[in-house]
């Protein structure tokens, strides 16, 4: 039988061709299986190597060290060259620095609080969380009665959440300072007065998140003028992020000056500042959230095998609301650097090995041998445990919020300053050097790091750092990587941000409350504040589509949008 012919040609391809095609084939398929096989050059995960033969979850830094490192470690530190990166910016200040300075003073247009308090409306205000949330509360509080028109009586400090700390106002802050400073932009009283010849009851009530101006005004005003007492409960983040421009200023105004620590924090707090810079003239400050309640609600995955999974996930079955992605929060930079990884950024960023850090952190998830491969690329680790006295530390050391406002003072001081995750410490504190010079203030940008940690095994050491100093580019606190109005306002107060037009250099000295005093050009968002939905409280008026401009960069999704109204201790953890 005639076969019939096939469109195009009766072609067959030759045996030895075939052969040889087969022969390519298997031997793809055997390279393929071969990088399946093979192990690694580096771990798959950065803690996973120092997180095998872990020590107790509460084993803490000591000046020794503690903890080792297993043979993969140490080679991968090795590979790490002893001066960091082979490329090296400005690190330890902002040329741009000296053209911008904090610029805080009120408009003509603001009047005294002699004229606009009205004498029978009182606000009192419970704060919420650890030391830097309730900071925002107290600072909130202050443009609260200004909007109000009301005295405001010195906050209450929470003292029942998850810190336990049980100080009061006066015991963390100079209130003699706080209620004078202020004194021409809201009445503040110790106690609550008298109104009418008699002591009022306090209505008790809450507003909504981020509330606005007008919120304030069509919510708790009519309260207030029948009540004449109110009492605003769990007091914090319940100020929209943006206001009039003379509010913003105000907000700058307690924050920047008008919240002083106590004399014997302060005192405390500069005699570790005095012992790091014996110890070297630069000196880094590394706010390190790496406690087990930390990472537990992360919900990632930081490679210490079923034990991790067991510890952690037994804190996770506190919040029933919580269900945790670990690939899908690490891929979206929500999860906090490891120590190890913070080390690599620093020295692939140019930071030398023989630079001294001061850590300020809780307790670490592994203790000692968590921060073994960090203690190997910076030998020189501090804390304030390790540069001072057990007697030196005694009046605070009971006392949570003391001994954050310790490490406040310190971190606020660096020549460098860095921290591993996005919560409120980091971001007041990166307001706070923004206002007061732009100091280096390094912010990693995990979403872009976290695929190069996983493949730097992969690429020589200058690739590393040549990508890390590609992916920081505007997270190294540099004025004007940041769009004004982007972000929290503590974080990115750029209505109190000024611009020198004069071209000399301002010190913090000379950043006084002195409306002579400001000669330059504010870097502000618009004046007039967006009311759209403020009665629903929720809705946050930063426009997350709006296209950044050149040159500046988006601030990562706050931590309040994984926070569920029924799960509040997730709030206080993420407090600090």
């Known amino acids: ?48 190597a120092s997180s095998r033969r872990r020590r107790s979850a509460h084993a803490l830094l000591n000046s020794s060290g503690g903890g080792s490192m297993d043979e993969s470690e140490r080679r991968e530190i090795s590979r790490v060259p002893t001066n960091g990166s082979t490329v090296r910016d400005n690190l330890w200040g902002s040329k741009l620095a000296s053209k911008f300075y904090g610029c805080s003073n009120s408009s003509n247009k603001f009047l ?13 205000i419970v704060t919420s969380g650890g030391l830097n949330q309730q900071r925002t509360g107290i600072i909130d509080a202050v443009v609260a009665a200004r909007i109000l028109n009301a005295t405001l009586v010195v906050p209450k400090l929470d003292q029942a959440s998850f810190w336990k700390d049980s100080s009061n106002f006066s015991e963390i802050f100079d209130a003699n300072w706080f209620i004078s400073s202020l004194s021409k932009d809201v009445k503040i009283v110790k106690e609550l007065p008298e109104i009418g010849g008699k002591l009022r009851a306090p ?18 005003l009519p309260a207030l003028l029948k009540k004449h007492v109110i009492r605003l409960t769990k007091f914090d983040y319940r100020l929209a992020n943006r206001l009039q ?27 570790l500042i005095q012992r790091m810079r014996e110890r070297s003239k630069y000196f880094i400050a590394l706010h390190l959230r790496f406690e087990p309640d930390m990472l537990a609600f992360s919900g990632c995955y930081y490679g210490g095998g079923e034990k991790e999974r067991r510890e952690l996930g037994a804190i996770r079955k506190r919040w029933k609301g919580l269900h945790p992605n670990p690939e899908k ?26 630079v001294h850090i001061y850590v300020a952190s809780g307790e670490i998830y592994g203790g000692a041998r968590t921060l073994a491969s960090l203690k190997a690329l910076f030998p020189n680790l501090h804390t304030k445990e390790t540069i001072s006295s057990k007697e030196e530390l005694a009046p605070f050391s009971k006392y949570s919020s003391r001994m954050a406002a310790l490490d406040f003072i310190v971190c606020d001081e660096s020549d460098a ?19 007061f010079g732009h100091k280096r203030t390094i912010r ?88 759209i939905g403020e009665e629903v409280g929720e809705f946050d008026d930063d426009d997350e589509d709006a296209p950044a401009e050149k040159g500046m960069v988006d601030l990562e999704m706050d931590d309040d949008a994984l926070v569920r109204p029924e799960d509040p201790e ?6 600090d």
């Not at 929060?329 to 023989?354: F, I, N």
Request: net charge positive.
């Open 1 to 48: 039988m005639v076969q019939a012919r096939r469109r195009g040609g009766s072609y067959r391809c030759p045996r030895r061709a075939a052969l040889a095609a087969a022969a390519l084939l298997l031997f793809l398929l055997a390279a393929v299986a071969l990088l399946y096989v093979s192990p690694p050059p580096v771990s798959d995960h950065p803690v996973v």
């Open 112 to 124: 005294d609080s002699n004229i606009t308090t009205q004498t029978d409306r009182c606000l009192m």
């Open 203 to 220: 209505h008790r009530m809450r507003v909504p998140r981020k509330c606005t101006e007008r919120c304030y005004l069509n919510r708790v």
């Open 245 to 271: 421009t003379d509010l913003q200023k105000l907000r700058c105004r307690v924050n920047y000056h008008a919240l002083r620590f106590t004399a014997p924090i302060q005192e405390m707090g500069e005699k």
């Open 329 to 354: 929060g690490r891929r979206q930079g929500r999860c906090p650097l490891t120590p190890e990884e913070v080390g690599l950024m620093l020295r692939a960023l140019g930071y030398s090995k023989d």
């Open 417 to 435: 300053f860095v921290a591993n995750n996005n919560g409120n410490m980091a971001k007041i504190l990166a307001g706070r050097r923004r206002y």
């Open 444 to 531: 990693p940008n995990a979403k872009r790091l976290y695929p190069l940690f996983l493949s730097r095994g992969n690429m020589s050491w200058d690739a590393f750092s040549s990508k890390v100093h590609m992916f920081q580019k505007g997270f190294m606190g540099e004025p004007k990587e940041l769009r004004p109005g982007r972000g929290e306002f503590h974080e990115n107060p750029s209505s109190c941000i000024c611009e020198r037009t004069d071209g000399k250099a301002k010190s913090r000295k000379d950043q006084i409350l002195d409306i002579s005093s400001d000669r330059g050009k504010a870097m502000d968002e618009p004046a007039v504040p967006n009311y």
């Open 570 to 575: 997730l709030e206080q953890i993420l407090s």
